[in-house]
């Protein structure tokens, strides 16, 4: 267990965030899987400070999430200020995070993001400055570096030390490999050495078997999980069961996967209204279809639903072409 500022986290698997995907119907689902805090995805200074609709609708948070993290981000001291003070004072988020890790052009055009990570003076200043005007904890997620010649990683998270930040969550990428190559765990023990903040490991962690390993390893206070929840809740159950007891819990159920995708679906209709919803959880339904034999067809389909029975009727038939399968294989063995 540890504590990031005041804010206890039951367990040391938290949930990353992810853009387009961590909003409140995720967050809640996987929580409900006993992640021990999720990060809301990120969200524009200026589009809090000019109220933009879309943006608004992005700071909502069940009370059933907490603790959680709403991370914010902007290249500017003033607006990022501004923003943090009003999140700070308009929502029940536990924990304020300042992105410095998307590689994104259209974010580090704007000096946001990952363009930071050239700078530890800026991010001393920036963060300094955000701690001062909010009272919640303020954290930091950041990748290891620009690109391979400049890595200031643990210069980085000792000025976010410095700063008065409460945790940094490393990324062991550059910000030019984006999401391909191999994460650099080293360098997050580098840091972990360097300061005496927590720090969340984030990077390739695929399976249980990774997180413990990243944990023993780098000597990490948590690990951070993105990709691999996609579709998959199960995996932060089953990480949270394999660090507390050793023991590797099974697969889920084809039927169990898909109930938890309705779920899923109903909370993202309720959160968005129908039209959006199913849009967007195509790709969710894709996930949770990923890595079930014979799924091609049915992941085809998904593309060409516009409502919510559509998509349900095309689940549960699914479901039980699956479990007609299993029934045959058992009987002829």
């Known amino acids: ?11 040391r698997v ?27 995805e990120m969200v524009s200074d200026k589009g809090i400070l000019f109220g933009n609709e879309k943006t608004m609708n992005m700071l ?5 999430e907490k603790p959680m993290s709403l991370q914010i981000f902007g290249g500017e001291q003033e607006t990022l200020v501004e923003a943090a003070k009003f999140v700070d004072k308009n929502s029940t988020a536990d924990i304020i995070d300042i992105n410095m890790g998307c590689p994104v052009p259209k974010i580090t055009k704007c000096d946001a993001g990952a363009k930071w990570l050239l700078d530890p003076n800026k991010i001393y200043e920036m963060v300094s400055a955000v701690v001062d005007a909010v009272d919640k904890p303020v954290t930091v997620k950041m990748r290891m570096g620009w690109d391979e010649d400049h890595i200031y990683a643990v210069e980085n998270a000792r000025a976010v030390e410095r700063a008065g930040g409460k945790a940094v969550a490393l990324h062991g990428r550059t910000r030019v490999q984006m999401y391909e190559g191999t994460a650099n765990w080293d360098i997050i023990r580098e840091v972990k050495q360097s ?8 990077g390739d962690v695929k399976t249980p078997g990774d997180a413990k390993r990243m944990l023993d390893e780098t000597g990490c206070d948590g690990v951070m999980i993105g990709r691999a929840a996609l579709g998959n809740p199960w995996m932060i159950y089953r990480t949270v069961h394999y660090l507390d007891t050793g023991e590797l819990l099974g697969e889920p159920s084809v039927r ?4 938890v995708c309705k779920l899923h679906l109903d909370r993202l209709i309720n959160l968005k209204g129908e039209n959006v919803a199913i849009r967007e959880m195509r790709k969710h339904a894709a996930w949770y279809l990923k890595g079930i034999r014979g799924n091609a067809k049915v992941r085809n389909e998904i593309n060409s639903c516009d409502t919510r029975d559509q998509l349900v009727t095309l689940l549960d038939n699914f479901t039980a072409e699956m479990e007609e399968k299993e029934l045959e294989q058992t009987k002829a063995v």
Do not use: W
């Open 1 to 11: 267990m540890f504590k990031i500022g005041d804010i206890q986290l039951k367990n």
């Open 14 to 40: 938290v949930l990353a965030p992810m853009a387009g995907v961590c909003n409140s119907a995720f967050r809640l689902t996987v929580k409900e899987f006993g992640a021990g805090m999720v990060c809301a």
């Open 60 to 64: 909502y948070i069940d009370e059933r």
């Open 195 to 202: 300061v005496s903040i927590p720090v969340i490991g984030n």
């Open 256 to 259: 169990e996967k898909m109930d």
